[in-house]
């Protein structure tokens, strides 16, 4: 796929090798992911809010209560910082020095745009629920007027963007590898667990089958 | 346990009653992750970082490269946010407007001080180890003095913090409970898998039984 071109603010400078710019790795992270952190800036002091966020082509949606501080501030167009991160496993090296973790994340650096037409606002609260579970639109109760006015949606374009990830096991220094202690990965991965029905769900009610399948 | 007072800047004003303040709540969900989102800005732009951490009493600690760009505007005494977040479950609604996910994330504002101590900074890297598994320190090799030179520690006061928690089921609008669609929680959970040993370990070593029990 085509590569994002780097800025110098999103150029990766440390370990300048686990920069990636291409959108098959920026996209492929995004998708598996379902929460980001957003960075945004009030009276001189960052705030860091986890939330959920959708895709589209060149696109991120965040959305949340119209009333709330964080799209608020961001709708009057602000510079924001998205970034999403996923771990993969703790790497434990012969030396405290050279313990790391394998991850994959993405910075996201722009503006958001507050999305004001009701149909690509519409459309943004169809991917978050596909996002975050695909197959689940078409069963629920779509939002109604006043719910929709109710939801701020912002739309954050793909362009200043980059990549970092780090894959493998330690790197020792070379003495360091005669040490009698054990080294290598720990993985870690996210997973669910059995689905937990609500209080007042009528029992006849099925697992939807794109419950049973989820995987991210 | 003790309640952080919350300031104007970290009382949670959207859903107030997901606000927690007391020290069990921030100290468990920080003890329980290890990666954490830095916020700071630069030229006017917030940027978000991922990165590890520990704790010790009142004081949550960073470290990283002496060369790293975050770690050297941090150490300038500029503000910072530090956000952790730990995601427990997908909150599925009869609606797509009551979806929501539960988690417990807590908000850290202020100013870093860089740790210049060499004896609080070997310490800070020694928690930082056991932070991510206790009982690895007493195996390993130590920082020498070039490494501990090119890591620098900060050290983040834990006095303008706040907790925000949800848990539990969806909660629908009342006449959306008629609705033939499967509601309630995905738990999500964050697991080991088996330890994959580096290539050039030598196949003799023991897995340590702080892996084999390993859990957060």
């Not at 110098?8 to 440390?14: A, D, G, M």
Request: aromatic share 8%.
């Amino acid at each position: 796929m085509s590569t994002i071109t780097p800025t110098p603010r999103t150029q990766v400078k440390r370990l300048p090798k686990r920069g990636a710019y291409d959108r098959e790795t920026v996209f492929g992270i995004l998708d598996e992911a379902f929460v980001c952190h957003v960075g945004f800036v009030v009276d001189g002091q960052p705030y860091v809010i986890p939330t959920n966020f959708a895709r589209v082509n060149d696109t991120l949606y965040l959305h949340g209560s119209a009333a709330s501080r964080m799209l608020r501030t961001l709708g009057e167009g602000v510079a924001v910082c998205v970034t999403v991160s996923l771990i993969d496993g703790l790497v434990l090296a012969r030396s405290a020095f050279h313990h790391s973790v394998n991850y994959r994340s993405v910075v996201i650096l722009g503006t958001a745009r507050a999305v004001e037409d009701p149909r690509e606002k519409m459309e943004a609260l169809r991917l978050f629920t596909e996002h975050i579970m695909k197959g689940r639109w078409a069963e629920i109760r779509w939002p109604n007027e006043l719910e929709l006015k109710g939801t701020a949606v912002l739309a954050v374009p793909l362009e200043e963007v980059s990549a970092k990830v780090r894959t493998g096991g330690p790197i020792d220094d070379e003495e360091d590898y005669a040490l009698p202690v054990w080294a290598g990965v720990l993985p870690i991965e996210s997973v669910t667990k059995e689905p937990l029905a609500d209080a007042r769900l009528n029992p006849a009610t099925p697992v939807p089958e794109y419950m049973k399948s989820y995987k991210r």
